[in-house]
Structure formats: structure tokens, C-alpha cells
């Protein structure tokens, strides 16, 4: 079985979804035997022939033509009905999130031929924002290429309920053919796990450098009052270093890292206590480091100022504790019970359901275009 996937980028670049989409074909190849030839689009993607042994061809340039070509050419270069994984957001083909070259291209390409198959896993939707912001004003031309990309497809995938709602709005696709599953975590899983009283008094704060500074700003009296109640002897912070004195607002010890690779990070999570996350509540689905917290069975905290109603299965003090939450409420009894809990919600999208969902959806779907 053979599949070709586009991307943005993949690995030696660092990009999110480029880890996702190598750590799926990974497992796609180990256990169903699946091979993945990559299409970066990015031109400035330093080029190899083969990342760990993947086919990986890259674009010169984002035209429409191009693209037809290099599909094209795959499909002959193979035997089997061609079959496409498109790993779509905007920004990630566009400086402005619209790419219609990429757009006008999956819709030749799939329309030319029943043989051929699409099937798109959004990232992303579209952008948001005040009037004064460029992404309110593209926000119509995103809406309109993404409800594109999903009438091309034959299924679609989103990591959230809500977007899977909005793309069978927009799209009008059958129920059917829109499925939600959350994410899984992008550093690994951890083979086994250890009870949280046999683990260090360590709480790891990890994810981009500007959630990660909201942290420290917003959250630092609930993080101080959480890691006293916890007896939290170091916090680790893990990730590109910050313009900001993050020493002065944790009062126990703290172990700045830097950016670590996957192993690295999933080591450190091994034997911690607690993460903590700033994300909106309702989209933790979509959120690689929060099923990372989840997959280690760490007790995720979420530092939310926004949107905290939950969504996807989460329900707040089950799944996951808010900063906010009350002293008396902060135990490692509590808190195991937490993690246990997110770690079983985790196991219905870890990375082996979700390379099973795919492949169904690949590989056993009817035409519906």
C-alpha cells in the first residue's frame, strides 16, 4: 500500500506538523505496512531524497502546475489507484493562509479521475481577529479555500468536534465522511508509566515560547500556590529560550532547558508530577503538548483566561485541573486520579488509533466525489 502525503515540511525542519505527519507514517509503515512518499511544499525545505527512509520530493515553487506534475508523475511511477493524505493548514502552504495554487491544484488532480483518492486532516480552519488585523480580512477567502479542499476530498479528518462540525457546514459532505479525532502527542509514548508518588517532585512547563510566558506572567501566583501544595521540588521549563525573567516568578528552583528533542522531553515527563499547559480549554484536542501530558499520565494543568468550557470528552477535575483550582482540591491522591484519567481518554487517539483511522479511511473508503 502506497501513499503520498503533502506537507509543509518535514524533519530536519522544525515544524509541528511536519512531526505529526512523520511520526504517522512511521507507524503506518511498522504496523500495516503502509509506504509514504512526502511532497513538501516548502521551497526552502533543506532537500534531501529520503528522511528515515521516506521518498520526500520538493516543490521549487507554489504553482499549481508544479504540483500537478509531481502528483502525476507518482501516480505513474506506481501500480495502485493513487491515494493522497493532504495535511492542510494555510499558513503552512501561504504567507497569508491562502494557498489557492495548492487549492486549484487537489481539485484537478482529484476531479480528473475515480481512481484517485483525497483525504485531507485539518489542522487548521481559518483565522480570526479584530478588524485591524490582516487575518479578518482574509478570513472570507480562507473559509472559502477550506470548504474547497473538503468538497475535493472524499474524507475529511479534524482533531476537534467543533471543526468537524463547521466542515460539514461548509462543505455539506454526509456525516460519514467528517470524522474528529484529537491528537496524539508529537514526542511519544512512553512504553510504561510510573504512579505519581514514585516519581520526582519535578512540574514541567513546555510548548512555544509565547504560552509559555503567559504562564509565567498570568498564572504565577496559581503555579507558586500548586507547587507548594504539591511539594514540588524543581520546575522545568522546556522549549526556545524567552525574553522575559521567568526566575522571578516561580519561587522553587527552576531548570531552564532550552529546546530538547522528543526523547529528551518524554523522559523528563516520565518522571514528573505535572504539566502545565496555557490553552484554551475547549480546543485541548488539538493540542500536541497536552496529549503529551495525557499519553505520560502526568496531571495536566491548564492555565486558561478565555474559553474554559471543555469539549471533546474533557471534563475540568477529571481530565485535567485549571490553575485556578481550589488548595484543598491539590493532593497526589487527586491528582493520580487525574492522570489516570487523562491517560485513558489519551488511549482512543494515541498514535496507533489514529494510523488505524487513517488507513480506514484511506485505504477502505468508497468514491463519494
Known sequence: MKLITIVPRIPPAIDGVGDYALNLARLLRENLGVSTQFIVADSNWPMTE???????????????????????????????????LLHYE????????????????????????????????????????????????????????????ARASDQCLTSLERYARIVRQMSGKPANTVTSIPVFSSIGEPESTLPLNERRRRLVVFGTRGRR???YKRSAADLNRICNALGIEEVVDVGRSVDYNIESAVRVPIVICGELSGAEVSELLADA??????????????????????????????????????????????????????????????????????????QSHSLSAHAETLAARVFELGVTC
Open 90 to 149: 494555510g499558513y503552512g502552504y501561504a504567507s497569508r493562509g491562502c494557498p489557492v495554487w495548492l487549492v486549484n491544484a487537489l481539485e484537478q488532480w482529484r476531479l480528473a479521475s475515480s481512481k484517485r483518492s483525497l483525504v485531507t486532516l485539518f489542522h487548521e480552519l481559518y483565522a480570526k481577529g479584530p478588524p485591524w488585523t490582516s487575518s479578518f480580512w482574509l478570513s472570507p477567502l480562507q473559509k472559502n479555500l477550506t470548504t474547497r479542499v
Open 213 to 215: 510566558i503567559e504562564v
Open 273 to 346: 508530577l505535572a504539566g502545565i499547559i496555557d490553552y484554551p480549554a475547549s480546543m485541548l484536542g488539538k493540542s500536541t503538548i497536552f496529549a503529551a501530558y495525557c499519553s505520560h499520565r502526568v496531571i495536566p494543568i491548564v492555565a486558561n483566561y478565555f474559553d474554559p468550557t471543555p469539549a471533546d470528552g474533557l471534563v475540568q477535575d477529571q481530565h485535567y485541573w485549571l490553575t485556578d483550582i481550589q488548595s484543598g482540591r491539590i493532593n497526589l491522591a487527586e491528582g493520580q486520579t487525574v492522570a489516570d484519567n487523562a491517560f485513558a481518554w489519551y
Open 50 to 84: 529520503q528522511v528515515e527512509g521516506f521518498e520526500a520530493r520538493r516543490l521549487s515553487s507554489h504553482t499549481t502546475e508544479e504540483l500537478i506534475d509531481l502528483l502525476n508523475l507518482l501516480e505513474q511511477e506506481s501500480t495502485e489507484d493513487a491515494r493522497v
